[in-house]
């Protein structure tokens, strides 16, 4: 699979984008020697030649340790100079249902030479994603539409749609999940990590975990602390652990307030060729009108899911766009398209296999980590809330998504982050993100306390370092791995 076509699958996962406890299988976990790991050649195209894979065996159920076990794929380059190696750095996916097992050998290879010095670089496909125990829902291909997993209310507010959405979906998930479906959340990702170190034979991990892996990192350093080396987390989730992927999906309401002043002005610029308006006053406006439009009179799009370009499509398309400056053009072409009335060539997407695998992964893992709320009129008020304040994106953060559906409780309760643990952390986040703002990042912040330093990086993107960031952030960032130093306070990166 190309990279493209994962990264928009990841997008697709995304959208359903206590004190300190001990892991359940603490002991199963650190207590003695893992057995060498069987390492070959990885299968697929465009790897680096070094990159090897092997499978780290671990309980389906980390409170029945003894019970069946599943398949962790891991990945690894060793560190390409043996007399500076430090250890290992593994690379955490985002989503829920990202994968960074190819990553060793794609974005791993952007990190500085020092940096690939001092680590083996080690990806990995988390529990239910690609080749560890892969899971689906066999959802219909038209549930498989971003704009229907992300529960865009009708134009009118009215979330009914939303609710049967929700109760298709969760219906599905629960008849074709198999036994795993009961095991996907982030606690269950963060102790198969702990078993990932200790069969690389590692006393302590570093990690770069990006997105939700930033979630992912803090529960792992959170339940493992003396388990930790240098860890980065970049483009950081809320942690509230009363609401955990609730409030990442509220968060789009400030992130596009935080991002869509940017496009404006981009879209504004003299002799840009996708030029829409005069002045980035006027994009806003316009943006709406065509969306309130599109909701009366949608166009039809051949090819594409769903196979009409409507206003909530439109609004779907605006946020996907802002994860990256790079995607502006893709935008503004079709709102100049939509007001000719026409529209572009429908846009390519993933394979329905692998949008089944991301998607059925992140709907178990946000049902999973957390208990959503079953009455619709917490959903209808807070719908109607947000449409009123944030209308860019017409209330789709406070609505039900499958969550609100979903038959089954937490196995636990949700992993508080705490200060407690060693200082070893640092933070990189973008002053405008889209998906993860800083406003979220914030918070995370809070929480760890003297555990973690952040470094605010003025650009607008999703994904910071090495990425959408700055060459002061990425420095800062790359000098921590390589040398363990951190700022001494909290930087702005300018």
């Known amino acids: 699979m190309t990279k493209t076509k994962r990264n928009a699958a990841l997008l697709a996962a995304s959208a359903f984008v206590l004190s300190l406890t001990a892991p359940l299988s603490a002991s199963a976990s650190t207590a003695g020697a893992a057995a060498p790991l069987d ?3 990885c299968e697929g195209s465009g790897l680096d030649p070094r990159q090897q894979c092997a499978t780290v065996e671990v309980p389906l159920d980390h409170a029945d340790p003894g019970g069946p076990k599943i398949g962790i794929a891991v990945s690894r380059i060793p560190s390409e100079n043996p007399r500076a190696r430090r250890g290992a750095l593994l690379l955490i996916p985002g989503g829920p249902g990202g994968s960074s097992l190819n990553n060793p050998s794609g974005k791993g290879q952007k990190l500085p030479q020092e940096v690939r010095d001092a680590y083996d670089l080690i990806g990995f496909d988390p529990r239910g994603v690609g080749r560890s125990a892969p899971v689906t829902c066999g959802l219909d291909h038209a549930d498989l539409a971003t704009s229907e997993l992300r529960p865009w209310p009708a134009p009118d507010g009215s979330i009914t749609k939303n609710l049967t959405t929700a109760q298709r979906l969760s219906d599905a998930c629960a008849r074709n999940g198999g036994e795993l479906i009961r095991h996907l959340s982030t606690a269950d990702n963060a102790r198969d990590i702990d078993r990932v170190r200790a069969a690389l034979g590692e006393r302590r991990l570093s990690a770069w975990g990006v997105s939700y892996g930033t979630y992912v990192g803090a529960v792992y350093s959170q339940l493992f602390p003396r388990r930790t080396d240098r860890l980065v987390l970049d483009s950081n989730d809320d942690p509230d652990h009363t609401r955990v992927a609730r409030a990442w999906l509220a968060g789009h309401e400030q992130g596009v307030e935080d991002t869509f002043p940017e496009f404006a002005k981009w879209a504004s610029a003299p002799g840009n060729p996708d030029r829409l308006a005069d002045t980035a006053r006027e994009v806003r406006p316009l943006f709406l009108d065509l969306a309130a439009k599109l909701d009366r009179e949608p166009i039809p799009w051949p090819g594409a899911n769903p196979q009409e370009l409507n206003g909530n499509v439109l ?11 790079s995607r502006f053009p893709g935008l503004a072409q079709l709102i100049l398209a939509a007001r000719r009335g026409t529209v572009p060539p429908a846009p390519a997407g993933p394979p329905d296999p692998v949008l089944q695998n991301v998607t059925a992964v992140g709907a178990w893992t946000l049902c999973n980590d957390v208990a959503w709320p079953r009455s619709a009129a917490v959903y209808e008020e807070g719908v109607a809330r947000s449409r ?19 038959p089954f409780p937490p196995k636990e309760p949700p992993v508080r982050i705490t200060d407690r643990g060693p200082s070893n952390i640092l933070l990189i986040q973008n002053e405008r993100d889209v998906a993860t703002p800083l406003s979220g990042a914030l918070k995370l912040r809070h ?5 973690a330093t952040m470094v605010t990086v003025n650009s607008t993107g999703h994904d910071a370092y090495l990425a959408n960031g700055n060459e002061c952030g990425d420095r800062t960032v790359s000098h921590y791995l390589a040398t363990g130093e951190r700022p001494a306070r909290d930087t702005y990166c300018g």
């Open 39 to 41: 390492w070959a050649k």
């Open 315 to 325: 609004r779907q398309t605006m946020l996907d766009s802002l994860y990256a400056p």
């Open 388 to 406: 009123a304040k944030y209308p860019l994106t017409a209330g789709m953060p406070r609505n039900a998504m499958v969550c609100a559906a979903w």
């Open 447 to 451: 929480a760890l306390g003297g555990r």
